[in-house]
């Protein structure tokens, strides 16, 4: 049987119950999204945009699935909590693809995509599965098939967020599980938001992860997004971005992995407004057998915009780190100025990077550069700190936090930041580096 055979008959022996637990609106797209993914299959690596990562391998186990909706128990409160010091947060905890709470204040609401699909099915019409193509990705049309819930959140125009929202994602499950997580953001005209993504797996079973987000920034928007992943070496996430930037928007992403299995993350980042401003910062940390892949491409499609991008990677061992990142200058988007910067550090000989920044450019009057470097620790500078009396192992760290730090530097959100150099120092010591109060590391 081949790995796409499993999904397409999961779908037709359970399509009435998949259709049961789930919104009409979502239910309607789905035998289209899973004849999508029948035509396509999984890509292979021989697609430009897949060329790093084998995915029918990673999808062939036989995963269990919670069609059936069976509450899966996760004393949030006693087994697990993500704390980031001196940040002030509101707190919402997603159990594989399900928040446990929905709430409406202000106008902005966060919780059950199905729940807001019941009461306002018009407006995630003009939104939900606009951005994510079933066509084009073959991740999309099977987490379009198969999602039944995910976390929505809503804000209306010029309302603002006054605390940073912390989602924490919790993997659990007693057996192998796939889980299909749907993510749709939706910013009106003048918001304002600050968003924080936390990935942990609760059991040591293995998990697949399928993750399709959409964000629509509206005109004059503003948005501080970060992803921190830390999970296990078990756990594998396939997760697809797709950001929509209007006019006047200032966009940062934050992609942060610290500790997993196998990472594929793909970012779309496509700006339809004038005068707008992109950052993408991405920062990973691998060792052991570890894959993290990032693909990015910012698409600008009208003139006066800016996108900056800086990925760094730190692996080690027989970890394989890749990334591809393509800006996209259209003929319209004239004055656009763009920089991209991919730089690697091979920790040990057996670590392997793959780097491939590209520059596509139809327009003749912008400012645009790329560039990647891929290096081993610095023989003269360790032998430096050694001479005076840093044991090597602590050398070792020392260059490679230093050299991680400058995506941390970046992070607007001070305790954030000094939360993860924190983290990023565990995790070069080889030490835990889950957060505090996490029942799985005592």
């Not at 407006?123 to 198969?146: C, F, G, W």
């Amino acid at each position: 049987m081949s790995s796409e055979s499993q999904y397409i008959e999961l779908y037709r022996e359970c399509r009435s119950m998949i259709h049961q637990h789930s919104a009409p609106l979502m239910n309607a797209l789905r035998d289209e999204a899973m004849a999508d993914f029948e035509a396509q299959g999984f890509p292979s690596q021989k697609v430009e945009r897949y060329k790093y990562t084998n995915v029918a391998e990673a999808f062939a186990p036989n995963y269990g699935v919670n069609l059936n909706r069976v509450n899966i128990p996760a004393d949030t409160a006693e087994v697990f909590k993500c704390d980031v010091p001196n940040l002030s947060t509101n707190l919402l905890f997603v159990v594989n693809d399900k928040p446990l709470a929905s709430s409406t204040r202000d106008g902005i609401y966060i919780g059950s995509l199905c729940d807001f699909a019941m009461q306002h099915p018009d407006v995630l019409q003009q939104h939900y599965a606009q951005l994510a193509s079933t066509k084009a990705d073959a991740i999309n049309a099977l987490n379009t098939a198969l999602a039944q819930d995910g976390l929505l959140i809503f804000i209306p125009r010029n309302k603002r967020m006054e605390k940073t929202l912390q989602v924490v994602n919790l993997l659990r499950s007693g057996v192998d599980m796939l889980v299909n997580r749907r993510v749709l953001i939706i910013m009106e005209e003048g918001a304002e938001a600050t968003l924080l993504f936390c990935d942990h797996a609760m059991d040591q079973v293995n998990f697949l992860t399928t993750q399709v987000c959409e964000i629509f920034c509206g005109n004059n928007s503003r948005l501080d997004m970060y992803e921190l992943e830390e999970t296990h070496t078990s756990c594998r996430r396939f997760s697809n971005l797709y950001i929509k930037v209007g006019t006047d928007c200032t966009v940062s992403h934050n992609n942060i992995t610290l500790f997993n299995g196998e990472t594929r993350n793909t970012t779309d980042v496509l700006l339809m407004g004038e005068n707008s401003e992109v950052t993408l910062n991405g920062c990973v940390v691998a060792d052991k057998n570890q894959r993290v892949d990032n693909n990015t491409l910012i698409d600008h499609q009208v003139p006066n915009c800016t996108s900056n991008e800086l990925f760094k990677y730190v692996v080690d061992d027989s970890a394989v780190g890749a990334f591809a990142g393509r800006i996209l200058v259209r003929p319209d988007a004239q004055k656009t100025s763009s920089q991209e910067t991919n730089a690697n550090l091979c920790a040990s000989p057996t670590a392997h990077v793959y780097t491939q920044p590209m520059l596509e450019i139809y327009a003749d009057d912008v400012k645009c550069s790329h560039g990647s470097t891929v290096g081993v620790l610095d023989a003269s500078a360790l032998f430096y700190m050694q001479q005076r009396g840093i044991p090597i192992d602590e050398a070792r760290m020392l260059l490679k936090f230093a050299f991680a730090g400058q995506v941390i530097d970046a992070i607007r959100l001070e305790p954030l930041r000094d939360r993860l150099h924190y983290l990023i120092e565990k995790r070069f010591r080889g030490e835990l580096n889950k957060c505090t109060g996490c029942a799985l590391c005592k």
